[in-house]
T-cell receptor, first 113, second 113 residues
């Protein structure tokens, strides 16, 4: 059974650019959640995807968008990057009927300069 | 809205000392409560959980009891080891808010030999 994987590990972008982060769910999991973790803070919920549809969204602007694919892998897209978007982005997968039991990937460290 | 308030760190203990990390929560519904641990350079790992009042979650010598009357879920361990050094996050998931997770800010624990 493979765990949750994320790519890339690190990324440096310039303000105003766009970025795509990727996540592969744990085998058998059909729900993916994305979180932003600023330095020294707890993770903040961005959104959740289930069966390729957004299934809940936190307090993030529309320039944060996502996709879930038929194999349950997922992408997080951020447009018009701002300096405050610099953070660790975490993906977590779960089963729809046990969404409280999430398994996290190692994260992607995004730096916006 | 839902929120988690966690004891501020950092916490430094000697090996074999007793650990308590305080966590209190605010929720509109009947949340499930969790402790996650983040080792340096890694993603979050579920440490333990409790899904209803008076439940006790336990794992690897750590324990936490879901106290509805005090809205608390304090983490305890009787004898810490150097390998327990990590950042600990208290979290809740509330079906009223679509199972969105709310995390505390994290408590850094360093155990010295």
């Amino acid at each position: 059974e493979t765990g949750v994987t994320q790519s890339p590990t690190h990324l440096i972008k310039t303000r105003g650019q766009q970025v795509t982060l990727r996540c592969s769910s744990q085998s058998g999991h059909n729900t993916v959640s994305w979180y932003q973790q600023a330095l020294g803070q707890g993770p903040q919920f961005i959104f959740q995807y289930y069966r390729e549809e957004e299934n809940g969204r936190g307090n993030f602007p529309p320039r944060f968008s996502g996709l879930q694919f038929p194999n349950y892998s997922s992408e997080l897209n951020v447009n018009a990057l701002e300096l405050d978007d610099s953070a660790l982005y975490l993906c977590a997968s779960s089963l729809a009927d046990t969404t409280y039991e999430q398994y996290f990937g190692p994260g992607t460290r995004l730096t916006v300069t | 809205g839902d929120s988690v308030t966690q004891m501020e760190g950092p916490v430094t203990l000697s090996e074999e000392a007793f650990l308590t990390i305080n966590c209190t929560y605010t929720a509109t519904g009947y949340p499930s409560l969790f402790w996650y641990v983040q080792y340096p350079g890694e993603g979050l790992q579920l440490l333990l959980k409790a899904t209803k009042a008076d439940d006790k979650g336990s794992n690897k010598g750590f324990e936490a009891t879901y106290r509805k009357e005090t809205t608390s879920f304090h983490l305890e361990k009787g004898s810490v080891q150097v390998s327990d050094s990590a950042v600990y996050f208290c979290a809740l998931s509330d079906w009223n808010t679509g199972n969105q997770f709310y995390f505390g800010t994290g408590t850094s624990l360093t155990v010295i030999p």
